[in-house]
């Protein structure tokens, strides 16, 4: 059974910084794309940041890019986010997401294109 757990949330103020975790069980990210979404109520799910497990290739939306960086552990199948310079607007649900096969370079940020979905880890930031 595939599961992938993240981790890392919590309540932070403006300026500050977290880092999330997401590590899978049952499944390997190796040549995956691994993939960050934020949702607040109300509102779709955002793709943010997504990277190609195994290569070089990072991809960011242009709200988060230059304060987040998303990174990869292959020993411990683990992509995490280092989430600098937070603001209120990072207020959201944090969910990671992977797929084998059906994201690539274009569509990263499509919510619907990924197979699997972490719980989801609160991130709160107070101005």
């Known amino acids: 059974q595939v599961q992938l757990v993240e981790s890392g949330g919590g309540s932070v103020q403006a300026g500050g910084s977290l880092r999330l975790s997401c590590a899978a069980f049952?499944?390997?990210?190796?040549?995956?794309?691994v993939g960050w979404f934020r949702q607040t109520p109300g509102k779709e799910r955002e793709g943010f940041a997504a990277?190609?497990?195994?290569?070089?290739?990072?991809y960011y939306a242009d709200s988060v890019n230059g304060r987040f960086t998303i990174s990869q552990d292959n020993a411990k199948n683990t992509v995490y986010l280092q989430m600098n310079s937070l603001n209120s607007e990072d207020t959201a649900m944090y969910y990671c997401?992977?797929?084998?096969?059906?994201?690539?370079?274009?569509?990263?940020?499509?919510?619907?294109?990924?197979?699997?979905w972490g719980q989801g880890t609160q991130v709160t930031v107070s101005s």
């Open positions: 049952g499944y390997t990210y190796m040549n995956n794309f």
């Open positions: 990277i190609q497990v195994g290569g070089s290739r990072t």
């Open positions: 997401a992977a797929s084998p096969w059906t994201v690539d370079g274009d569509n990263w940020y499509e919510s619907r294109k990924y197979n699997y």
